[in-house]
Each structure stands twice: as C-alpha cells, then as structure tokens.
C-alpha cells in the first residue's frame, strides 16, 4: 500500500500580507498530460506584480488613488494590492461585479462607480472606459491603471511561470487559458518562453469577442468575466498565439461542471471553458502537458451555472469544427491554428504554417 504523505515537507510559510496566500495557485494533474494551475484570484499577480513596479519606478506614490475599470477579480486584486501598499482605490466596475466582491470591495475601502444592469457587454465596456476617463478628467492626480491596455500587468506572471517550471520540470508545456485582457496567458507564456522557447499558447474565446474576430456573431449568455471582451486590448499580443478556439456558453458550462462531477473542482466558467479545449487538445498532442489557467472559484456562477447542472450537456460528445480562415467561423466550437500571427486578417490556407513548435 502506498501513501500520498510527504514526510519531510518543508515548513509552510506565514506570509506578510494575504496577497501572498492567495496568490500562489495549486497544481492538480487532471489527467496524464492535464494539469489545472488553480488560483482563488489569478490577476494578484498581475495587480501586485503591477503596483510593486510602478511604485519602484516612482510612477506612483504610497498614498495615491489607483482607478481601473474591472469585471470583477481584478477589482478585488487591485484593492488587495493596494491595502498590501499603502494606496487608496477607485473601481468603475462592470453591471457583472456581485454582490459578494462589491461588498468585499467596500470593506477594503474601495469607492465602487458601478455600471446599471445591462446585457450589452460592449455598452457596459464602453461606460466604464468613459467613467474613467471623466474621473480623471475630474482629478488628474488619478493613477489609471489601464489593465488593459498596459505591459506592465504581464510581469507578476514570471513568478508563476517559475513555480510552473519548478513544478513540471522537462516537460514540454501547452498553456490553455482564456484570452481576457491577455495578460495572465501572455505574461505566463512569455515567462515560459525564456527556458524553453517550445511553450505553445492556446487561447479560448467566446463568440462576439472582438479580440479574434468573432464580433459579428452574438451570444446572449457569454458574458463570461474573463474570458473575451467587447472592445480592443492592447495587452493581447496575438503573435504569441499558436491555437485559438471560441466556445458558446453552453460548451463552457457543460466543462465546468464536468469539471467539478470528475474532478471535484468548483470554479469559473473560464476554467471550464479551458478545461474543454484542453481535454482535447490533450489527445491531438499527448505527448505534450498541457497546462488549464483556473482564474476563479466558482462561487459567482452558483445559480447561473451549477443550479442548473441537470441542463449541462455531456463534453464527451463535443468537439470543435476546425477552421482555415475566420471566415468560416461557426458556433458553437470552432478552433483554428493561429500561428502567432499579428492581429490582422488571415493569410490563405496554404500559406499557413503547419507546424507551430518553434
């Protein structure tokens, strides 16, 4: 009989501010070559390893107000930064911030602008950016963060990118994960590169997400926190892509709860989504590990998702139409081999390069 127990496991550290705790993700191998990197709030790399830089570089001082604009975990991210630094914070939160973030958000001290309800995910994107940009109009001693929009947000990821190496060492990693303001799957794969320029990236996107081009499509359940966006990100470097795969709604809520039923995992629907492109990504390349960005919990989609776990489809029976050009974009999975192009229009099938390992 064999145990699991480590007997000389090193003593677990007591940490100087939770940012630290709730950082580091945990690694659960779901499979041979599946490996989910879980987090309980992903962006406190991206927030912390942002406010720590910009206050090294004298960009910010102790004491200042950062505002950005937030759908959610990288408004709790930031507040968590800032009362780790000394900083006041102002959040122009999306219609899909609840009830349970709000409310952590103003214990923290957090003055909250929040968007009215709307199902519109580019009106609610477009509101909070103008927000913004009358707050600091208002008071030009504002910091804005631009989360979107600012690099500096993919450098928090290089320690996770080190505890991945540390964790996997060898093994030659695909990095699955929502595409979001790209910078936790950029800034992660960036990081990965340096040591093994083999890492290959595969983005998931949902349909009407601009960032991939799948705007003209519309679903009316995909407003899902992290996954796409409404409007351009410049921290998406779509050069860093080798696959990309847009899902529905239903696809990632029929993963992410398979994700819990089979693992016992409860978290977001980003997860679940990377999750399923993993799964069968997993079996084209089994000889790669593949390696699903879980940004959340999933406490926030209790009754959108999970208390309707008896509608969920079975992600056995799912697979992707794989795709030439985005023209041929068709809900409800479609992938393609993105190749590390530019953001642009595709070039003809038979230029594309076949084989995207470096």
Known sequence: MTSNRTTDAATPPVHDHITDAVKAPALVRLTPNVVLMRFETLKVYAADGAVRHLLGAGVIRPGQTLVDSSSGIYALALAMACHRHGLRCRIVASTTV?????????????????????????????????????????????????????????????????????????????????????????????????????????????????????????????IIAGIGSAI????????????????????????????????????????????????????????RTHVVIGADTGHRYTQRVFARHREALDPADLAPVEIASLDELTPPWAAIDWARRPRGPLVPTQERRKDPVP
């Open 98 to 222: 609840d009830d349970t973030i709000r409310a952590q958000l103003e214990v923290l001290g957090v003055t909250v602008d929040q968007m009215p309800p709307s199902d519109d995910l580019r009106l609610d994107q477009n509101r909070r950016v103008a927000r913004v940009h009358e707050l600091l109009a208002h008071d030009p001693d504002l910091h804005w963060m631009r989360q979107y929009h600012d690099d500096v947000h993919h450098l928090g990821y290089a320690e996770a990118a080190d505890l991945l190496r540390g964790a996997l060492p060898g093994e030659p990693l695909t990095v699955v994960g929502s595409v979001g303001t790209g910078a936790s799957t950029g800034g992660l794969t960036r990081s990965l590169r340096e040591h093994d320029p083999r890492t290959l990236l595969v983005g998931v996107q949902p349909f009407g997400s601009v960032t991939f081009g799948s705007e003209r499509f519309t679903d009316p359940d995909a």
């Open 232 to 287: 351009h990100f410049d921290n998406v470097h779509h050069d860093l892509y080798d696959r990309v795969h847009w899902l529905d709604f239903r696809h990632a809520m029929a993963a992410t709860i398979d994700l819990l039923r089979e693992h016992a995992v409860f978290a977001g629907l980003s997860t679940g989504a990377a999750h399923l492109v993993a799964r069968w990504e997993a079996a084209r390349h089994p000889d």
